[in-house]
């Protein structure tokens, strides 16, 4: 496999609600590529998404993580899950959490970092979402506007 591609698709069929959206799939993702799914509502975009980041097990086909070298099956006994930051489209913050506490959650249960560490980084993140630290690190998620909880939902990914 080529050092750049990261993630590798293989005949990938989608199936939701007892009926197949997608067959055959096969596609690379390559490094510092831009990869847009685009389709109508219901054709399998959102499907295809779980499918890809490991949330949903294929019932054929197979995804598989290229980075570092090293093949390894998004579904199989080592899945690198920790690699991969996700966005959901809606934000997905905890709304019991401040903005910092949700960077920080992942942090704490991922990362060798001690609670300095956690909430530096965190910070940092939230500068490089454009997110101005001194109003949102301590506000709830509800305080902010959808964008701003979009690009808070970046900075955790």
């Given at each position: 496999m080529s050092s750049d591609v990261l993630m590798r698709v293989e005949d990938?069929?989608?199936?939701a609600g007892g009926r197949e959206l997608q067959h055959g799939l096969t596609f690379d993702v390559m490094a510092g590529e831009v990869l847009a799914i685009v389709g109508a509502s219901g054709c399998g975009k959102s499907t295809l998404l779980r499918h890809m980041i490991g949330l949903q097990t294929p019932?054929?086909?197979?995804?598989?993580?290229?980075?570092?070298?090293?093949?390894?099956?998004?579904?199989?006994?080592?899945?690198?899950h920790r690699e991969i930051g996700v966005a959901f489209q809606?934000?997905?913050?905890?709304?019991?959490?401040?903005?910092?506490?949700?960077?920080?959650?992942?942090?704490?249960?991922?990362?060798?970092?001690?609670?300095?560490?956690?909430?530096?980084?965190?910070?940092?993140?939230?500068?490089?979402?454009?997110?101005?630290d001194a109003t949102t690190f301590d506000a709830e998620p509800a305080a902010l506007?959808?964008?701003?909880?979009?690009r808070a939902a970046i900075a955790r990914a």
């Open positions: 990938l069929s989608l199936h019932q054929k086909g197979r995804v598989t993580w290229t980075a570092g070298g090293e093949a390894r099956d998004m579904h199989g006994d080592d899945p690198p809606a934000g997905a913050l905890w709304s019991s959490m401040t903005v910092g506490e949700n960077l920080m959650l992942p942090l704490e249960l991922y990362a060798d970092m001690d609670a300095a560490q956690r909430e530096s980084q965190a910070r940092f993140k939230l500068a490089l979402a454009g997110l101005p506007s959808g964008g701003m909880r979009k």
